[in-house]
């Protein structure tokens, strides 16, 4: 995944990933997809209450490369653990990774910036 837009990913990084995917070893099926700096997300058409709670997000504009935003959607959506020490303020998306995977993990507790 690259950011698109016009702050997106240089010409010159599409094209060095565009040669690599091109050589990809072992016949591994790579593909190069954009996300917008800002994405928009309708709202749910589900006729369960619950379903329809459970699928919409609290705004429908979203900013998919923003750190904190993009924490929060993981904790709301529960895809991974929250941690059970009793670290895990609910109030700072940053906490609560102990049990995320090992990358994942790090990039947070690093404070990596996509």
Same mark, same amino acid.
């Given at each position: 995944?690259?950011? !698109? !837009?016009?702050? !997106?990913?240089?010409?010159?990084?599409?094209?060095?990933?565009?040669?690599?995917?091109?050589?990809?070893?072992? *016949?591994?099926? %790579? +593909?190069? =997809?954009?996300?917008?700096?800002?994405?928009?997300?309708?709202?749910?058409?589900? %006729?369960?209450?619950?379903?329809?709670? !459970?699928?919409?997000?609290? @705004?429908?504009?979203?900013?998919? /490369?923003?750190?904190?935003?993009?924490?929060?959607? $993981?904790?709301? @959506?529960?895809?991974?653990?929250?941690?059970? +020490?009793?670290?895990? @303020?609910?109030?700072?998306? +940053?906490? *609560?990774? *102990?049990? /995320?995977?090992?990358?994942?993990?790090?990039?947070? =507790?690093? *404070?990596?910036? $996509?």
């Amino acid at each position: 995944l690259v950011e !698109g !837009g016009p702050s !997106g990913a240089s010409p010159t990084l599409l094209s060095l990933l565009k040669s690599a995917a091109a050589k990809s070893a072992h *016949g591994f099926n %790579v +593909r190069i =997809e954009r996300v917008n700096p800002t994405e928009n997300f309708p709202r749910s058409t589900a %006729v369960d209450p619950q379903a329809r709670a !459970g699928l919409e997000r609290p @705004k429908s504009s979203v900013k998919p /490369w923003d750190v904190d935003e993009c924490l929060e959607e $993981l904790h709301r @959506k529960a895809y991974y653990p929250r941690s059970t +020490r009793g670290t895990a @303020k609910r109030s700072d998306a +940053r906490e *609560g990774v *102990g049990r /995320w995977p090992e990358v994942l993990r790090a990039c947070v =507790e690093g *404070g990596a910036d $996509l």
